[in-house]
């Protein structure tokens, strides 16, 4: 063999030992043995029902078909959860740890990933992982411009959409500053959640994105210097609004889900969601009037994935292994799209599907207030990391004090 | 008479303070080490005082430390002022049984379960303004008023005002025990005072001492509580303690130091706040001294004095207002502004949730049992040894450092426990049974040392006397005398105990590691969520547990003692 | 001035507690009323007083000095009480006990004056400031019938006062206690069980 040849080969070799021996030859056979018996302490964001009864479901399919037992461990803010890794770490528990697979995404995932948290790649081990939609989603690669390196699973997606209440508002307004016009005719009756609330903070960067004309300064890392010439608009647009807003102001929703309460009790005619069948799913369950619907802004609005991470020292890895495999297989995916069980998006490409598969797909049903793909419009990217603190930061030093 | 040496009950003070001890001081440490910069897996390295600065420049903090004192003083002295006008008023009245009945339901619908309930009250969708709509009112629509989460914290100070006021007045009720009210009214009367200054003068002051110790646990109290605070305070910026949970939550890991130093800030407020109030009492005490001795016999508030039954039927009708709509929640179907009654009712929300209840209430009930018993068994042991000593005149020093385990009503919850959470993570003990009854009677035992120990110590030892003399056992007169007389305070100090088991959440999660769902924690993570009707049946069932409780202290010594009517006390 | 006391019955529900009373007390003496346990002697001093609990009730006339009591609410009735518990202020030393009995108006030196009278009267001068707890059985004694008769009061109950003092005490009390109300000219009513306790003016038994 010529010494090209020999390199060629070697370096190949290595390449490919280098990956597998990641988790010393592990094939998949291997793991979904080893995590027969195991039980696996899910956390995740416990407060919604629907979700909850999905859970519930995935963790009775994985019991039957794999023999792994799944704990939900309802959590209300999963940075909570981040903190007791991190207390682990720091205790030298390296293994054995209390947390096997988390529902995270975005500045969590950032936290754990700088602190070393995280098991080392291992997604690409999964099956199911090769129907992800990594080229047209590539939030799934990137969260919140952060690379994602196969640390965490993607879950599912999500968007910034808007739901408004058709029995009052006949025509919803398509950008920031119709928003702004809508909320001068008909004053209070639009909110959101204060920062540094998640969906706070997504509505702020939202119009930020939409009022701003230097928006590839966002996609790069923060630029002090010009910070305060760049959210300009933003706070211009910020004071109009407040004295506007719900409470005039004065008091904030303190999550999401609260302002979807708001909306059923009519003290609000606009909310705002991730889940584009959050309507849907809620007025299936009488917590909506079904007089709602969903819209976007005209040049699109935020997107996201949000995804399922293994820690460095879970006890049960290969049994969460299995269950994050399972959660990404098209029967999980299509079930948790259905606005009837939650409605959650798919992060599955439709193209790397079998027929079969794609057939799951087709027969859930839209959902009487889910918009369709095209309506979602384009999906912008996050901003990076870095401007998000400093826009939380800027904002409670103006508003929060 | 021959008095048996203390012996073998000196372990139970000993067992009592270990208890106490390493726990406090050790989450103390390991809160207070990072607040000064020193927490490695958040890159902090190095002594300082950078997390103090970082506190002290945030922006929020001047309007949530305004929020935090103004509720949590304000809401101690209004309590306290309504506890003792409502016994100045009722005391020897009918309405005074009636109160005493009352405050075990009272007591057993848990903060958060009431706080929920009640914003539901007074929100401008909710039932009080679904009353009067559309007609009278003409909306159809809430109207946009702020009620609950007013920025000046009006709502939280209520909240916690509804939810003080009848504690106290449990204190007071166990505290009028020790006094010879009746008689000492006679003497004021005869002296040919009227009630107003009987009580100010002659009955409150000997009272207060009793009442110090409540009132400071309930100015703690008021001044770091998370879960009210979030569900009916301020959001703009949201209470001290508040933010401080956050900044422990925070994504960016190195905000736990800010966290960590907040912790020791609202430590050494609540510090600060409680020796105010010593302060003030001394202050009070010296100024009133001398008006006392006035020799004016009539008040000119006296007239005042029955609007304190106004105050006490609100706190009944409000309470029972925030239940009933809680209940209403969880039978309903639909039910939309302006509808006075759901539009569609259903029991779907009961019976889908029914069997999902059953593991974390199976875990509430088992924690509050093991901590309500273990501390009733320490506490008891605690008041008959100090007996023992008072007959023999002896004084121990074990005995004397009692007053270390009413330490933790005193500090802020979060103040230690993220300490806590570390030295158990450390040990591998984190997530265990024997962590969680642990940690639960770190904050059960003082509770109930509290409600029982006026009423234990007012026992009448003379049958004791007669009964060693009897059987000549001091066991068998314990067990057979003294307990059975002691039966009804005993068991219903012990509900008391069983109700903080269960109300507690921060402790359970911290300590618990995910490894517990506790119905408190279930209730509070989906009051996060935006399904009211599941609230409502988590809530309810909340409410339920200590209700049990109390009803079984109250019908278990009833029954037991139906044929003895001078037990019916 | 006289205590008197007319067809003064007291009845529990229906149930009457003794036989109709009639008793006269001229000022300065201090009739004794006797019975068995449970026969009403402490009930007959709450009606006087003014102090009946809810379940009694009470008929006949109840007069003092020409004044009728019966509907006239406690404070107003100027009839003071000592009882065999001494019951005094536990929050006040000596001086704001005896203090507190004083009427209104008076200046600090005028009843700092009062006071140490009446203390010497009791042999417990200089006792102004000290804790009640720190006194003896028959200073608190002395110092309760000190504090009733401070607030001049028309009449005075006496609830079995020198039941809880031990004997040799008890001689010197009686006589401590009838001497100082000879001395002020008011009724007494003395209840009690113990036949040695009685005072040198009517005797009553109660059936």
Request: charged share 15%; hydrophobic share 45%.
């Amino acid at each position: 063999m010529s010494a090209t040849c020999r390199t060629i080969f070697l370096a190949v070799i290595i390449t490919v030992c280098s990956i597998t021996s990641a988790h010393g030859n592990q094939s998949w056979n291997d793991i979904v043995a080893k995590a027969s018996g195991q039980t696996v302490y899910f956390n995740g964001w416990g407060g919604s029902a629907v979700i909850n009864d999905y859970i519930r479901w995935a963790a009775k399919e994985v019991e039957s078909r794999h023999g792994v037992t799944v704990k939900h461990v309802k959590v209300t803010d999963i940075g909570d959860v981040v903190g007791r890794i991190l207390a682990e770490k720091n205790g030298g528990r390296i293994t054995n740890g209390s947390v096997d697979l988390m529902w995270i995404n975005g500045e969590n995932f950032h936290a754990m990933k700088t602190h070393g948290l995280l098991q080392q790649p291992y997604t690409q081990l999964f099956p199911n992982y090769k129907l992800v939609d990594t080229e047209n989603k590539p939030s799934t690669l990137f969260d919140f411009t952060v690379p994602v390196d196969n640390q965490e699973a993607p879950w599912g997606m999500a968007q910034l959409v808007f739901l408004y209440d058709t029995a009052v508002v006949a025509d919803p307004p398509a950008s920031m500053t119709d928003l702004l016009e809508f909320c001068r005719v008909t004053k209070g009756r639009f909110t959101y959640p204060a920062p540094p609330d998640f969906y706070g903070t997504t509505f702020i960067k939202q119009a930020l994105l939409e009022l701003n004309t230097d928006s590839e300064a966002l996609y790069r890392p923060l630029d002090a210097e010009r910070f305060q010439d760049i959210t300009k608009p933003l706070w211009d647009f910020l004071d109009e609004l407040h004295p506007l807003l719900w409470r005039g102001g004065r008091a904030h929703p303190k999550s999401a889900p609260e302002m979807t309460r708001l909306l059923g009790d009519r003290e609000i005619f606009i909310s705002l969601s991730f889940n584009p069948s959050e309507a849907s799913n809620a007025i299936a369950t009488g917590e909506l009037p079904d007089t709602i619907r969903t819209y976007v802004h005209s040049n699109g609005t935020i997107g996201n994935t949000h995804f399922l991470a293994i820690p460095f020292n879970a006890a049960a890895r290969e049994g969460a292994m299995v269950f994050a495999d399972f959660l990404l297989s098209p029967e999980a995916q299509a079930r948790k799209s259905d606005p009837a069980v939650w409605g959650d998006p798919t992060v599955l490409s439709m193209d790397k599907l079998s027929s079969e598969q794609r057939a799951l797909f087709t027969a859930v049903p839209r959902g009487i207030a889910t918009l369709t793909p095209e309506q979602l419009g384009t999906v912008i990217l996050e901003p990076h990391a870095s401007w998000v603190n400093a826009i939380e930061k800027e904002w409670l030093q103006r508003y929060a004090r | 008479m021959n008095i048996s040496r203390p012996g073998k009950l000196k372990v139970f003070p000993y067992l009592t303070l270990t208890t106490f001890l390493l726990p406090i001081l050790v989450g103390l440490i390991f809160t207070t080490i990072p607040a000064f910069g020193y927490l490695p897996a958040a890159g902090g390295s190095e002594f300082g005082f950078t997390p103090f600065l970082r506190l002290f420049s945030h922006p929020s903090l001047p309007a949530a430390l305004r929020s935090t004192i103004f509720s949590g003083v304000t809401a101690s002295i209004v309590s306290l002022t309504l506890a003792l006008w409502i016994a100045t008023a009722l005391y020897g009245t009918r309405l005074w049984k009636l109160a005493e009945f009352s405050l075990a339901p009272l007591l057993s619908l848990p903060h958060a379960a009431f706080a929920i309930g009640f914003v539901f009250l007074i929100t401008p969708s909710g039932w009080l303004l679904r009353a009067i709509s559309p007609v009278p009112s003409g909306f159809t629509h809430p109207p946009d008023w702020i009620t609950a989460g007013d920025p000046w914290a009006v709502a939280l100070t209520l909240t916690m005002i509804l939810k003080e006021t009848p504690f106290l007045l449990l204190m007071v009720f166990s505290g009028l025990n020790r006094i010879d009210v009746k008689r000492t009214v006679w003497v004021g009367r005869s002296l040919g005072y009227h009630r107003l200054r009987i009580w100010t003068r002659l009955i409150i002051p000997q009272l207060y001492p009793m009442l110090r110790l409540p009132l400071l646990a309930v100015l703690a109290y008021s001044l770091s509580v998370v879960d009210l605070a979030y569900i009916i305070g301020p959001s703009l910026p949201p209470p001290l303690a508040v933010l401080i949970d956050r900044w422990f939550n925070d994504p960016d890991i190195s905000n736990r130091l800010v966290g960590a130093a907040g912790a020791v800030f609202l430590f050494v407020i609540t510090l600060a706040c409680i020796a105010l109030t010593m302060l003030a009492e001394l202050a009070i005490k010296r100024a009133a001294t001398d008006r006392m001795l006035n020799g004016k016999r009539k008040s000119p508030f006296e007239s005042f004095i029955p609007g304190a039954r106004f105050f006490a039927g609100g706190l009944l009708l409000i309470n029972t207002l925030s239940l009933l709509v809680l209940l209403i929640w969880s039978f309903c179907g639909i039910w939309r502004f302006p509808d006075f009654l759901p539009s569609l009712y259903s029991l779907s929300n009961w019976l889908r949730h029914g069997e999902y209840m059953l593991e974390p209430l199976g875990v509430s009930v088992v924690a509050a049992l093991l901590s309500c018993i273990i501390s009733g068994i320490l506490v008891v042991g605690c008041l008959e040894n100090e007996q023992t000593l008072t007959q023999a005149r002896l004084v121990s020093i074990s005995q004397r450092s009692l007053w270390i385990i009413f330490v933790p009503l005193l500090i802020p919850q979060i103040s230690f426990l993220f300490g806590i959470q570390v030295l158990l993570v450390t040990l591998h003990l984190d997530g265990t049974w024997f962590a969680l009854v642990w940690i639960h009677l770190v904050f059960v035992l003082p509770y109930v040392f509290l409600t029982l120990a006026n009423t234990y110590r007012a026992y009448d030892q003379r049958y004791s006397h007669v009964g060693t003399t009897l059987s000549s056992s001091r066991f068998k007169t314990f067990a057979g005398i003294k307990l059975p007389i002691l039966l009804k305070p005993i068991l219903f100090s012990a509900a008391v105990g069983f109700s903080v088991s269960i109300a507690q959440y921060l402790p359970t999660l911290y300590v618990g590691n995910g490894r517990f769902a506790t119905i408190t924690t279930e209730t509070v993570n989906l009051a996060g969520g935006s399904d009211r009707r599941i609230i409502a049946v988590y809530a309810l069932c909340q409410f339920i547990l200590p209700l049990i409780a109390y009803l079984t202290a109250i019908t278990v010594p009833f029954l037991m003692h139906r044929n003895r009517q001078l037990m019916r006390n | 001035m006289s205590l008197i006391l007319q067809s003064v019955q007291i009845h529990l529900g229906s149930t009457p507690l003794f036989k109709p009373l009639d008793l006269s007390v001229p000022a300065g003496t201090i009739a004794t009323v006797m019975g068995p346990s449970g026969c009403g002697k402490s009930t007959l001093l709450a009606a006087v007083c003014g102090t009946l609990d809810p379940g009694f009730s009470l008929t006949g006339t109840i007069s003092l000095n020409n004044r009728v009591l019966n509907d006239i609410a406690v404070e107003h009735r100027k009839v003071g009480i000592l009882f065999q518990d001494d019951l005094l202020f536990p929050h006040l030393d000596v001086f704001g006990n005896m203090a507190f009995a004083l009427p209104a108006g008076m200046s600090t030196t005028a009843k700092a004056g009062r006071i140490a009278e009446s203390l010497a009267s009791a042999g417990l001068t200089g006792f102004e400031r000290r804790d009640i707890a720190t006194l003896s059985g028959g200073q608190k004694t002395r110092v309760s019938l000190l504090r009733a008769l401070l607030a001049e009061p028309e009449a005075i109950l006496l609830d079995e006062p020198f039941s809880k003092l031990d004997e040799e005490l008890r001689s010197s009390m009686r006589a401590f206690v009838f001497e100082h109300i000879h001395q002020v000219r008011i009724p007494a009513l003395l209840v009690t069980h113990n036949t040695k306790d009685s005072a040198d003016g009517t005797f009553l038994q109660l059936r």
